[in-house]
């Protein structure tokens, strides 16, 4: 219900602003509203938005999967961390631009040098989350792990994965908010798809309806993702702890 009323609230607040500054710089509700169903019925913004959709998926599972592989690694050995240190930091500080223009460069205008382009810009994130949650593991489990000869397997399953998935959601739900902002850049910059291409389609036309309608468009998608996916498995992996305490 206070959801419904911030976004009646944000509904009459643009609209009031549109009557202030004009339609021309910012168009009402009604015209983005028609923006977006011209698209709809054209078939191209569900195109756009699946393009997307896709990259996303692709780079997401890319950069968690190897992020979480090295930030365990580098949390449970002290050469690995040192050595991946220096690295770590710099791609930390390297800007999405920079290294999304030299994948082009590098590999060409190619899907897979936008996919990669992305994940490393996510990779960084997920290894440094997951680090932290390799060091604060509690050393009482695993000595217990040992203790009763758990298989290796098994006690990572049973008693180092459920400490580490807290730190799992964690990683997960910054690097999507990363990674929604980065796939528009390297889709404006190098695909001929996807919701950043049709973005820089409407910033060249000054089709601002078309630009708010794609915007708008792949905003509620990520609404509904954060709401219907990220949130209940944040809640889902973090349950044993409250029980716990």
Known sequence: MLRLISVAVLLVTWWIAS???????????PAV?????????????????????????LS??????????IGYWMGRVRLADRLGDPWL??????????????????????????IAAIAINKLPTAVVTLREGTRALDPALD????????????????VVLPQLAPYVAAAARSGLALIWKIVLVAELLG???????????????FDIPLLLAYSLSFAAVVLVIE?????PFEVRVSRWRSRAA
């Open 33 to 57: 509203l028609a923006a977006i169903v011209t698209e709809a019925k054209s078939g191209a913004l569900f195109l756009n938005l699946g393009a997307t959709l896709a990259r996303v998926t």
């Open 60 to 69: 997401f599972a890319l950069a968690m999967t190897l992020g979480t592989a």
């Open 89 to 114: 930091i710099l791609l930390l500080n390297l800007p999405a631009l920079v290294v999304i223009v030299l994948a082009y460069i590098w590999a060409g205008l190619t899907e897979v040098a936008a």
């Open 191 to 205: 695909r001929s798809n996807g919701v950043g291409f049709e973005i820089g389609v409407a910033f060249q036309l």
């Open 19 to 29: 009557l202030l500054v004009g339609g021309a710089k910012l168009p009402p509700p």
């Open 143 to 158: 000595e217990m792990a040992t203790v009763f000869a758990f298989p290796r397997g098994k006690a990572f399953r049973h």
């Open 227 to 231: 709401t219907a996916l990220v949130q």
